[in-house]
């Protein structure tokens, strides 16, 4: 299967991209489509980190405010995993390891890769990576983030049966913590056992 761009062009750049495209594909009883026009936003690779303190089964979760949940009947404040932007150059685990010092004021110690996957691959590029960080949490707590980015950032130290009751009742409600959390229950007592103890 075979894809053509026959046009593609800036449509606005601010804080996200936005490009025009126009394309062909092969179709599957075979052929070619017509002509299509998309709009891409370009996000780019995205990486997120759970962090997790095997000694004290807690994690780290944090909550600030999203542009895109502002309709919601509960507010526009989310529950989320620690996560940033990939600047070129960087490796994914320099990411997870600066955004967790930035959002939360925590260090990790070692990162457990989870998932890699497209957000919303019908109008965006963005891939989000997701890993398992160890922590120490008894030291992290408090309001972080940068100033120049204009983040506000409010830090939950919870026990891992908090986290999955938050998950189960609908507190937590976007993508990335959702699957990272899932995957941490699945993978819990396999994690506590073997890997980080």
């Known amino acids: 299967m075979k894809w053509t761009v026959i046009k593609k062009e800036s449509i606005y750049r601010g804080f996200f991209k936005l490009t025009g495209i126009q394309l062909q594909h092969d179709l599957f009883a075979g052929g070619q489509s017509k002509v299509l026009t998309r709009e891409l936003l370009d996000r780019g690779q995205a990486i997120a980190v759970l962090p997790y303190d095997p000694v004290t089964d807690e994690l780290v979760l944090i909550e600030q405010f ?10 526009p404040w989310l529950i989320e995993i620690i996560a940033g932007y990939q600047e070129p150059g960087e490796s994914a685990e320099g990411v997870a390891l600066r955004e967790a010092h930035e959002e939360a004021g925590c260090e990790v110690t070692e990162l457990l890769p989870m998932f890699k996957y497209y957000s919303s691959p019908g109008g965006s590029n963005e891939q989000i990576q997701i890993f398992l960080g160890r922590t120490d949490s008894l030291h992290i707590d408090g309001i972080h983030g940068l100033d120049e980015e204009g983040e506000d950032i409010k830090v939950h130290v919870v026990s891992s049966q908090q986290a999955f009751d938050w998950l189960d009742s609908g507190k937590i409600d976007s993508a990335a913590p959702i699957i990272a959390l899932q995957w941490f229950r699945i993978n819990r007592e396999r994690i506590r056992k073997d890997l980080f103890l």
């Open 66 to 75: 999203r542009i895109g949940a502002g309709d919601d009947e509960t507010g």
